[in-house]
């Protein structure tokens, strides 16, 4: 464990940082290094004299600093390199720059450059982050656990590294998407980066590429499957249970025949979450809420085609038949106005190997309709996109689309940019510019951008803030209603605020997270605080304390 503990005295409210490191040690300790501005006290105190330039500059010189460097690189991969360095060395300075940076850096340090640098993972590795919990070594998980760097632990994200983003399996590389979600935990949620913990499993690979990579990092083995892959979980959850009893645990990335059961089979026993089914959805239905309001449309009377019937397409349409019964429409007939494609056609009866969760899609007739033959047939009025599948919405579909509907609802969800199914440029065009347009990627002009940013962030504060037991699909559709309430009114206008609002709407959705959790019994925090002050009273900001040795 880490030598130093936050220490706080509630009566002045003073705020510091005791520890035992010296020297060179406290210096490469990221979360407590100030780099040059530790004081010239600190420095005499801590072993630092004479081991830094003579001037002591603030947390803001050096921001101004770190954003001249950091222009100074030309590619995208380039600047993530050059973050994640700062994020190793020297944690506040790191997290406010980027907060004063958002939207410039949110696709820099996330989305779609996280993406090259996961590929390139074992090439690029500079320094370890995390814990890395190998197949091999499932007898050692406490262990493991017990090697983490900070003790208080108050979010894990976790990846097996099947499914990342839009390019598959990744092995021992998806360690940098759990990294890069817990950044935006603190930058946009405001948790304390003290208290966060990425995880990778490794239960190896199928990408044969990584196999043959004679710098592959990771376990070099087929990835583990069915009953030996289910116990493997089983005794990680487990083990986080024993350990981290009070912590939120965030699944990423898991493959479509796994992310549904483990989170159907874990979610009573912790308060946990998946991102790609809860957080994607969540900001999906936000978009459309908001489209429907712009034309005056109910989502019962809408009829949906979704393009990938994935963890992510699967989600979306589950949180849809969750939303129409808030309109008083039953189960069964929510279902029926929902059509979800994927690679082998339209869901039906006759296609082989459905998983359990798509089974409930399954619509009576035989199945395997491609998409274009769905979209003349059901006259949609939504389409969405999580197919991963790069200009899937073609001219044809999208002008046969509009044909039949005044104001067509078009969500190209999938990332990065080269694998969405369409670009807003062309739907508007398609069109005659009466689509409404939300997109999975990050596309210039005024379209909105459904990133789960918008949504895991202020979900993770609500829960930590609340203490809650669990997550509950009512906690669920408050982010939703939260979220969709923010965009920005008028016409013409996105469908979602801009990423620049990202913090102000984690601490509206929090808060409205906190109520419901309180609502519904989930809470365990003191009664007599409000929410806000319950939200306010969790949210870590990017400045030095005052170190003093121990």
């Not at 009377?301 to 397409?313: K, L, M, P, S, Y």
Request: hydrophobic letters at 40%; proline letters at 6%.
């Amino acid at each position: 464990m880490l030598q130093f503990e936050l220490c706080y005295d509630p009566q002045s409210g003073e705020e510091w940082i005791a520890t035992g490191l010296r020297g060179k040690e406290l210096l490469t300790t990221p979360l407590l290094n100030k780099g040059t501005a530790f004081t010239y006290q600190e420095r005499c105190e801590l072993g630092l004299l004479g081991k830094l330039p003579h001037r002591i500059e603030t947390l803001e010189e050096q921001v101004v600093r770190s954003y001249k460097q950091y222009k100074k690189y030309k590619s995208d991969l380039q600047r993530h390199i050059y973050l994640n360095n700062s994020h190793d060395k020297n944690e506040i300075l790191f997290y406010k720059l980027v907060s004063l940076h958002l939207v410039e850096m949110i696709p820099i340090v996330y989305t779609p450059s996280v993406g090259k640098a996961v590929q390139q993972f074992s090439h690029e590795f500079r320094q370890p982050r995390g814990l890395y919990i190998a197949f091999p070594d499932q007898d050692k998980i406490e262990l493991i656990l017990e090697n983490r760097t900070h003790p208080e632990i108050t979010v894990i994200v976790v990846t097996d590294g099947e499914r990342v983003l839009g390019i598959g399996d990744q092995g021992v590389g998806a360690i940098d998407i759990p990294i890069a979600k817990l950044m935006l935990y603190t930058m946009c949620g405001g948790i304390n980066p003290y208290h966060t913990l990425p995880i990778l499993l490794d239960v190896g690979t199928n990408n044969q590429k990584l196999l043959d990579d004679p710098l592959y990092l990771g376990w070099r083995h087929p990835r583990i499957q069915g009953k030996e892959y289910d116990q493997f979980i089983e005794r990680f959850v487990n083990a986080v249970k024993k350990h981290l009893p009070n912590t939120f645990l965030h699944w990423e990335d898991f493959g479509r025949d796994n992310a549904r059961r483990i989170l159907d089979r874990y979610s009573d026993q912790l308060c946990t979450f998946n991102d790609d089914m809860q957080g994607t959805s969540v900001v999906a239905i936000s978009a459309l809420l908001t489209a429907l309001n712009h034309i005056q449309g109910k989502l019962s009377d809408q009829r949906i085609v979704i393009f990938g019937a994935g963890t992510a397409g699967v989600g979306i349409a589950d949180r849809l038949i969750d939303s129409m019964r808030r309109e008083g429409v039953d189960a069964l007939t929510a279902r029926h106005r929902i059509w979800l494609v994927d690679r082998e056609g339209l869901l039906g009866k006759g296609i082989p190997n459905l998983t359990l969760f798509q089974q409930p899609y399954a619509r009576e007739e035989q199945g395997g309709m491609a998409l274009a033959e769905v979209v003349a047939s059901v006259k949609p009025t939504i389409l969405i996109g999580c197919s991963a599948q790069g200009g899937a919405f073609t001219e044809q579909i999208v002008r046969s689309m509009a044909a039949h509907t005044p104001r067509p609802i078009i969500f190209p969800l999938s990332n990065p940019n080269e694998q969405s199914e369409a670009t807003p440029l062309d739907l508007l065009k398609w069109t005659n510019n009466t689509a409404l347009v939300a997109t999975g990627s990050p596309f210039p002009g005024n379209c909105a951008q459904c990133n789960n940013v918008f949504s895991f962030p202020g979900i993770g504060l609500g829960l930590i803030a609340a203490k809650a037991r669990h997550l509950t699909d009512d906690m669920l559709w408050v982010a939703c209603q939260t979220l969709s309430r923010s965009a920005p009114k008028g016409k013409n206008v996105p469908l979602l605020p801009p990423l620049s609002e990202a913090r102000d709407v984690a601490f509206q959705i929090a808060v409205a997270i906190v109520e419901e959790a309180r609502k519904s019994g989930e809470a365990t925090i003191d009664p007599d605080i409000s929410a806000i002050d319950a939200v306010k009273n969790s949210r870590w900001e990017p400045h030095y304390r005052p170190i003093r040795a121990k």
